[in-house]
């Protein structure tokens, strides 16, 4: 039987899609998961939704599939127009065309519906066939170029076959909209390619040797589903293309495996009966033959086991063999590929050196026009500085100028602030030399601190110094002879050496405040340490 659901919006479709009669409804875009052939979703990922225990997958952060769903207005008005002439079309988003016998229920919603209206068309249609219209929007990468180069992937071609069988159609015609990503600023562009139809015998369908096989697969999915039972293949979803081996290995030996239980009693039994058994000089013999016994048990037992574990290595071994060999051929293909896409990003990275190489000597000549001096400096800190994440693909041209223009800017800015301190040259060139080693502006200014404050410390030294000099008695002084004249002039040829050092105390007499101040200004212009030590008062 074959019937379409009509749904008035998403919601219902969502719902509708779900079950048909009770009966769980299988959908075309989904049959390659079932019969465990789609290579980004296992049929146990597809069994956990069908028996509740998992939630649909949520695809609405998937970049392919909202593409797929941005870019398919555009596919299909592409398909009208290449095929307006022999097809007349009719798009109904919310329909769900259901086929359901006593065993299956499978449904689909099409991406167009098509009916040939002419008999000159390049598909060898015959007017007034249907058939359906699916549309993909695959990301254009060597892997896809290869995998879509004759046909559809087979995964796709089984939603076509699953598609016939719910509408009971003529034919399914695919069309694919490949994107080229644009990279480095580069526009992203579509390429439009549609692919030769599948036609079946509508009334024969399930005579097709395709249909029959999916079917049969889909069925045993179903069985799986009905008794809560996992599938046999394709067990954990990886979102990666799966390969899926079958080795059917013999464990044991058949006839030791059968008779394991009984030689254990048997065993049991023997054992048993030895427990009891006193050795002693009288019965040193039994004791010995029993022994001997127990140790052919044992190494009868040792030996099978052997042989058992050998026959189950051999095929583990073959496989690990075989399964080495492919693991080699998938390395050497992925060494051959790497090898070119190494060579192809080498060439992207260079080319991409040359153009960072010519940004930076126009911001340069732009910004250290006439301002050689400048220029000279700006080298000297090593120019621009290069960031190694400029090479990525995801950093455009514009946006590296941008940062380039940004790093001389602050340097110039700080070149005009150290400037600032030019007219002490001692000061300028301490901050030039500390900001050339990191480029940071508060290098200089720590220079110029650290700088200034020697100078601080190296005045105060000199200054104490020469108050010690003046206030502090010499570690190698002579007491100079004690003169006495009457005039107060003091005889410096009676003094035995010129060179030395002395200390000489002596009286004034009869002075005004004038003299005293006087002779206070003579002994501070001559360097000569002086100290009062008391003064009177002379009576009128």
Known sequence: MRTVVRCKDRQEWLEKRKAFWGQTLYNASDMAAYIGDNPYRSAYDAWLEKTGKAKPQDLSDNANIQRGIIREAFIRETFEESNEAWFRTEYRPFDIYVYKDEEIAIGATLDLEVEVTSDDNPYGLKKGMKGIAEFKSPLATPQTTALWRDNPPVHYMEQQYAQLMATGWDFDILAAEFC????????????????????????????????????????????????????????????????????????????????????????????????GLEVS???EKEGKAARAELNRIRTSIEDKRKEVVRKWDEPKNLFNQRCKELLEDVDRAVDELDAQLKAIEASRIEAKRRDIGIIVQNAMGAAFAGMDAMRSFFDNCGGVVYD?????????????????????????????LMSGFRDDEEVYNAMLMAYAQRRE?????????????TRGIAARARQERAVEKAV?????????????????????????????????????????????????????????????????????
Not at 248 to 263: G, I, S
Not at 390 to 410: C, F, H, M, T, V
Not at 444 to 452: C, G, I, Q, S, Y
Not at 486 to 509: C, H, M, S, W
């Open 180 to 275: 080229h990503e644009g990279v480095d600023g580069r526009e992203t562009t579509y390429e439009y390619r549609q692919y030769s139809p599948i036609v079946v015998d509508a009334e024969k369908l399930w005579d097709d040797s395709n249909a029959k096989e999916i079917r049969r697969r889909l069925l045993e999915f179903d069985s799986c589903v009905r008794e809560g039972r996992m599938p046999d293949k394709n067990i954990q979803g990886t979102g990666e293309l799966q390969v899926v081996f079958k080795a059917d290995v013999t464990l044991m030996d058949k006839d030791f495996y059968a008779n394991f239980d009984e030689v254990k009693q048997a065993l049991a039994l023997r054992v048993q009966s030895f427990k």
């Open 281 to 283: 000089e009288d019965n």
């Open 388 to 416: 190694s994440k400029w090479e990525n693909r995801g950093s455009s041209l514009p946006s590296i100028k941008k940062a380039i223009e940004a790093q001389i800017d602050r340097f110039k800015k700080d070149f005009d």
């Open 441 to 453: 502006v508060s290098d200089a200014m720590d220079a110029r601190t650290r700088l200034l404050d």
């Open 472 to 540: 502090q008695k010499p570690m190698a002084i002579q007491e100079a002879p004690v003169v006495e004249t009457k005039d107060a002039i003091i005889n410096t040829d009676t003094l035995p050496n010129k060179e030395q050092l002395y200390t000489l105390g002596f009286e004034v007499r009869h002075v005004t405040r004038e003299d005293i101040a006087a002779l206070n200004d003579f002994l501070k212009a001559k360097g000569i340490a002086f100290k009062k030590t008391y003064s009177t008062r002379e009576e009128e």
